[in-house]
């Protein structure tokens, strides 16, 4: 395995929630009036692991936010209890593309009924069949499902934390599992709140975690029934289709038929430095600006 060859995929509109969130008693405000706290926290994080994880290729993924997922589709209640997206992060993301633009790294938004979940899904598959070790940069834990030997999912630093990375082992630990993959029974049978899905009636972590030792998969659980009594018997029987249809909610696509993965374009480029600066001083990043400037020199040894 070529270690030169590192690939980062940042899942965008968790970070930039979380950026906004972070900052929402105290917001910082251009001289114009323009809410930058989810630009900046964000492009910092960025320029931090630009910085501290020197990876070689990278992709911001976002989601498309005016389509209806092919899971919303399946499951009326997926995310349906979610808040209406704040104004101050729709403003947000033209400037972030903007400045992706000028650090000249790619990024994705999420099309045809499919989530920036799958996109990220299938790049990191086709990514790791061509030799490289790949991180997800996320907030969300359903991407804890795509852990291999050489895919990790890296938890960024927010609110003073350290910065984690769970790769199979860590999960195994975290979780009592066999292999990463059975997140996903995990969470069919447990629920997920932060996607709105229920879970199996009666069934927590603790019995699903048992349950999945045993049987291995919820497959196997639902079919296996004959084996439980009282309530969870009655509950576990009275709704097997939606353990089914919850797996098939929660599973990340992985091969999404119409991506392709172009290495060049993932590729980090030489940043445009004019560019860079032209919109930062906009946005008035007086201090970032100078982030910048050293990140630049270091890794391109010229300003």
Request: net charge positive; no cysteine.
């Amino acid at each position: 395995m070529n270690n030169n060859k590192k690939l980062f995929l940042i899942d965008a509109y968790p970070l930039i929630y979380q950026s906004y969130y972070t900052y929402i008693k105290k917001p910082l405000f251009t001289s114009k009036g323009i809410n930058t706290s989810p630009i900046i926290n964000f492009i910092s994080l960025l320029i931090r692991i630009l910085n501290n994880e020197n990876p070689s290729h990278m992709a911001i993924i976002f989601d498309n936010n005016k389509e209806i997922y092919f899971r919303k589709k399946e499951y009326f209640k997926y995310k349906a209890h979610r808040k209406k997206t704040p104004k101050e992060i729709y403003i947000a993301i033209p400037y972030i593309i903007k400045i992706l633009k000028t650090f000249q790294i790619a990024y994705f938004h999420s099309s045809n009924g499919y989530e920036a979940d799958d996109f990220i899904g299938t790049i990191a598959k086709k990514a790791e069949s061509k030799g490289y070790i790949i991180y997800i940069i996320t907030l969300d834990k359903d991407f804890f499902q795509l852990i291999t030997k050489n895919i990790k999912v890296y938890i960024p630093p927010f609110k003073g934390k350290k910065r984690k990375i769970f790769g199979i082992k860590e999960i195994k630990k975290k979780y009592g599992l066999i292999y990463p993959r059975q997140i996903i029974d995990l969470w069919s049978m447990m629920g997920d709140p932060s996607d709105n899905i229920p879970g199996l009636p009666g069934i927590g972590q603790k019995n699903a975690t048992k349950f999945l030792q045993k049987y291995g998969s919820i497959e196997k659980f639902l079919n296996s029934t004959h084996d439980l009594s009282g309530k969870i018997k009655i509950n576990v029987e009275k709704n097997k289709d939606l353990g089914f249809l919850f797996k098939k909610i929660i599973t990340i696509i992985t091969d999404i038929p119409f991506f392709s993965f172009h290495e060049k374009k993932f590729y980090i480029k030489r940043p445009n430095w004019n560019s860079i600066k032209k919109i930062f001083i906009e946005l008035e990043f007086k201090r970032l600006l100078e982030v910048v400037r050293k990140y630049y020199h270091n890794k391109y040894k010229t300003l």
